[in-house]
């Protein structure tokens, strides 16, 4: 089949490639996404089993999920640049094989040391594969049908965290941790047979590769430093600050001065730069800047509700990894369900009130698990969770269709990156605050409820009488029936303690998506294609 001759503008590129039906591409780069982010997650519920096979501590073992964190955070905002500069489809490639490989390397690290150079290895060549996959899709689907496409890119990059914590903890509980890498390896090699064969760049793009390497690559390694080290601190600062007790530790106090120079410094150089590595300017366009932003909350109340609300039942209720994972399933499935409606509705209905619905619908699921009890059952805590994911998947596309309203299709490559990097750091600050909040708010509470335990206090004194009825009644011994009736509340208080500490972060979700909805008016609407 021949080629069709390139027009100019959006339509251009879609045209170009129509010997390649866009919907059999789609799928192949959305797996392709889906397993670089379920990494993200699947490695969490591994961690004990990891440490204890390589006989590392736990704290030792946090750096197998920091370092994939870091080199992914560095290689996001590049990977516009280098699809420019390599070539988007060769890049693409050389990031599935290195992924496959690194993951190969991973499955079979003896130690914890080569374990955590092939995971940051992993990182470095898996951020690229989310941006490359949402601006591949950008440019082979024409602007009326890239909200379906999203659709799919969506499911794999929202839904992949959702089930990591289940399929990590089923491949752990059955196999072993190493399989939680292996498993990426043959995935890895179909998937760069199959974008071998699919796909290819648009004209444009491929003109401006040639473009620059006739006028010889010019690597901006200021730019690349400061970038380097402002995200790498970043994200350090952000997995350890917790562990690290914060600004409490030098160490923390350091890696935030030089993030906040390196993002600064990186931010100066870059908009004074005539060929930056990545294009800031992009955020000058209006729907642009607030769709990272709330892509930047999206991820933000996504990854801190997916981290949560495992840790909720485990913590209170004694679920195992693989019964929390199952908690999250359902909303999973919600979100499968949700988006391939809203890529139609997309098309017919202003993705601005998309988005508003998508805001109060999860915001009210979170208000729901803000009111959950001790009592609370699985499918109280699922009901909830559904809820709230059936919002999320009203999120993703709109927001995704609105960033590139008014922006060139030659900038697809750098706005994919940025908004990608957009929803990543989000979910890292998102981790971060809300796992300290939870620490902090827990020990608020368990210091009031402190307060009112005492022998003048003539409530406190009737429950202790009432468990230590309870106690004698089931054979307690009488002698030492009052230190364990005391025992017991004390167990009682610093469990209701934890769960207020639950119910005050997810009161702050809920309330973070209500103050996201008047933003929503200041978005431009995009202009239908004729005949919609």
């Not at 399989?179 to 890895?188: D, G, K, Q, T």
């Not at 999250?328 to 409606?341: E, K, Q, V, Y």
């Not at 402190?450 to 009825?469: D, F, I, K, M, T």
Request: charged fraction near 10%.
């Amino acid at each position: 089949m021949t080629d069709t001759t390139p027009g100019s503008g959006a339509g251009a590129a879609p045209a170009a490639r129509r010997k390649v039906n866009p919907w059999i591409i789609a799928p192949v780069v959305a797996m392709a996404a889906f397993m670089e982010v379920l990494d993200l997650s699947i490695a969490n519920v591994a961690l004990p089993h990891i440490a204890g096979s390589l006989s590392a501590s736990r704290d030792q073992s946090t750096w197998i999920l920091t370092s994939y964190l870091v080199t992914n955070a560095i290689i996001l905002p590049l990977s516009g640049w280098l699809s420019t500069v390599i070539g988007r489809k060769k890049f693409y490639m050389m990031c599935i094989a290195g992924f496959g490989i690194a993951s190969l390397l991973c499955g079979m690290a003896p130690t914890l040391e080569l374990l955590i150079i092939a995971r940051t290895l992993q990182g470095l060549t898996g951020g690229g594969l989310q941006p490359v996959s949402q601006a591949i899709l950008a440019d082979t689907f024409p602007p009326h049908q890239r909200a379906m496409a999203f659709a799919m890119y969506g499911i794999s990059v929202v839904f992949a965290p959702a089930i990591g914590p289940t399929l990590g903890g089923w491949i752990t509980d059955n196999f072993s941790w190493h399989w939680i890498f292996l498993v990426n390896v043959p995935v890895s090699i179909v998937l760069w047979l199959l974008v071998e064969a699919l796909i290819e760049d648009p004209e444009a793009a491929k003109e401006e590769v040639k473009r620059r390497r006739a006028a010889g690559i010019r690597i901006d390694y200021i730019g690349f430093a400061l970038l380097a080290l402002g995200l790498g601190c970043l994200q350090i600062l952000l997995d350890k600050g917790q562990e690290e007790d914060w600004f409490s530790s030098h160490f923390i106090v350091i890696m935030a001065l030089l993030a906040v120079v390196g993002i600064i410094a990186f931010v100066i150089w870059e908009l004074g730069s005539e060929d930056p590595i990545v294009d800031l300017s992009l955020l000058r366009d209006r729907n642009f800047a607030i769709a990272n932003a709330m892509m930047f909350m999206l991820g933000f109340v996504l990854m801190g509700s997916t981290a949560l609300l495992p840790l909720f039942v485990q913590s209170l209720f004694g679920y195992t990894a693989m019964q929390a994972g199952m908690v999250l399933s359902p909303g999973g499935f919600m979100i499968m369900a949700a988006m391939p409606l809203v890529g139609r509705l997309v098309g017919v209905v202003d993705a601005r009130y998309l988005i508003m619905f998508g805001l109060l619908c999860s915001a009210s699921g979170l208000i729901l698990m803000s009111g959950f009890t001790l009592e609370a059952d699985f499918w109280t805590i699922a009901h909830a969770r559904m809820v709230q994911a059936a919002g999320l998947g009203f999120l993703f596309i709109p927001i995704s269709s609105m960033a590139y309203v008014g922006l060139p299709p030659g900038k697809n490559n750098q706005a994919a990156a940025l908004i990608n990097l957009s929803r990543n750091l989000g979910g890292s600050v998102g981790i971060a605050l809300l796992s300290t909040w939870l620490v902090r708010g827990t020990q608020a509470h368990r210091a009031d409820l402190a307060g009112h335990v005492s022998p003048l206090n003539a409530e406190y004194l009737q429950q202790v009488a009432a468990v230590e009825r309870g106690l004698l009644a089931n054979g307690a011994d009488p002698s030492r029936v009052h230190d364990m009736a005391v025992a017991v509340i004390a167990r009682s208080m610093g469990q209701q303690a934890e769960l207020l500490g639950f119910l005050n972060d997810f009161t702050t979700l809920a309330i973070v998506f209500f103050a996201l909805v008047p933003a929503v008016i200041f978005l431009r609407r995009p202009n239908r294609p004729p005949g919609r």
